[in-house]
């Protein structure tokens, strides 16, 4: 079966860079259509997609966040990173990533993890 | 790539019926059959319900039903139940390859 879990720091400091892992099972992001998102969530508030890679290798930032964010995969360990730099308290946030699959978007997601930036 | 409009609540009586709406442009949900409705519990991940405006992933209840008018998607849960309360998200692709939540609604069944 599909899943996703998300994997990195619980704390990060401001001005520091933030490194996520998303390890997925069940599929393969080498297969014709396939896509990793990441989406986050602030504590209380509304999700906001940020960014997304293609089983091409093509990939897609948040107009807001591209100057911050990288995204990236390794298909033979089933993993896609992302890294957001310059972290700010307003970006605590619980951090999804998600699969996107033909015409069926964040049809699957991760647990989510929670980043907290302070000093 | 603003985020799409909901109202911030909504609530409904077992067995009646209640419509999220989710209002964007002409850009983002006004262009594109590629809206989709997600429904979050209390510290849960989303769960998709709702793609391509109307259509219902496997599994999920045919109380669930989407449709869109101009810039204007909305969701319809039919024959309420107390399961259904949870926050609900609508989404919409936004050309480019980009993609826009809306603010989420939270929705109580009294």
């Known amino acids: 079966q599909v899943t996703l879990r998300e994997s990195g720091p619980a704390l990060v400091k401001p001005t520091q860079t933030l490194t996520l892992t998303c390890t997925f099972s069940?599929?393969?992001?080498?297969?014709?259509?396939?896509?990793v998102s990441w989406i986050r969530q602030p504590p209380g508030k509304a999700l906001e997609w940020l960014a997304r890679i293609d089983w091409d290798d093509d990939k897609y930032y948040s107009t807001s966040l591209k100057t911050r964010l990288t995204i990236s995969k390794d298909t033979s360990k089933n993993q896609v990173v992302l890294t957001m730099t310059n972290m700010d308290p307003v970006d605590t946030a619980t951090y999804y990533c998600?699969?996107?699959?033909?015409?069926?978007?964040?049809?699957?997601w991760g647990q989510g993890t929670l980043v907290t930036v302070s000093s | 790539q603003s985020a799409l409009t909901q109202p911030a609540s909504v609530s409904g009586s077992p067995g009646q019926s209640i419509t999220i709406s989710c209002t964007g442009t002409?850009?983002?949900?006004?262009?594109?059959?590629?809206v989709s409705w997600y429904q979050q519990h209390p510290g849960k991940a989303p769960k998709l319900m709702i793609y391509?405006?109307?259509k219902r992933p496997s599994g999920v209840s045919n109380r669930f039903s989407g449709s869109k008018s101009g810039n204007t998607a909305s969701l319809t849960i039919s024959g309420l139940q107390a399961e259904d309360e949870a926050d609900y998200y609508c989404?919409?692709?936004?050309?480019?390859?980009?993609?826009?939540f809306g603010g989420g609604t939270k929705l109580t069944v009294l």
């Open positions: 989404c919409s692709y936004a050309g480019s390859s980009l993609w826009v």
């Open positions: 002409s850009s983002d949900v006004g262009s594109y059959n590629l």
């Open positions: 069940g599929f393969s992001l080498s297969t014709s259509g396939m896509c």
């Open positions: 391509e405006v109307s």
């Open positions: 998600a699969r996107d699959y033909d015409s069926e978007p964040f049809d699957y």
